[in-house]
């Protein structure tokens, strides 16, 4: 079964910083990337960052480069999102994601989120 699970979400102050996890289980880890989308209520998903292990392809959003840091670790099948300078406008539910792409429609395996607020 495959599984995705988002952790690390909580209440920062404005220029703090926060590390997400996506631990992730029943699939061969390097076959996919791993996606970060963000979600605030009664808006649209936004894309925010991708990662493929096999290849080191990865991807950022416009609003969060130089600010987020994705990595991941093949042996524990985790991936990360060190999130670092945080603004209010990052709050949001985070939610990681499996895809064959780093672009494209919405991927089919989806983690629960977690929930990241910054306040000002």
């Known amino acids: 079964e495959v599984q995705l699970q988002a952790s690390g979400g909580g209440l920062v102050q404005a220029g703090g910083s926060l590390r997400l996890s996506c631990a992730t289980s029943?699939?061969?880890?390097?076959?996919?990337?791993i996606r970060w989308f963000r979600q605030v209520p009664g808006k649209e998903f936004e894309g925010v960052s991708c990662i493929s292990s096999s290849d080191g392809i990865i991807w950022y959003a416009d609003s969060v480069k130089g600010r987020f840091t994705i990595s991941s670790d093949s042996a524990k099948n985790t991936v990360y999102l060190q999130m670092n300078s945080l603004k209010p406008e990052d709050t949001a539910v985070y939610y990681c994601?499996?895809?064959?792409?780093?672009?494209?429609?919405?991927?089919?395996?989806w983690g629960q989120g977690t929930l990241v607020t910054v306040s000002s």
């Open positions: 994601a499996r895809d064959l792409g780093c672009s494209g429609a919405a991927p089919h395996y």
């Open positions: 029943g699939f061969t880890f390097d076959d996919y990337v």
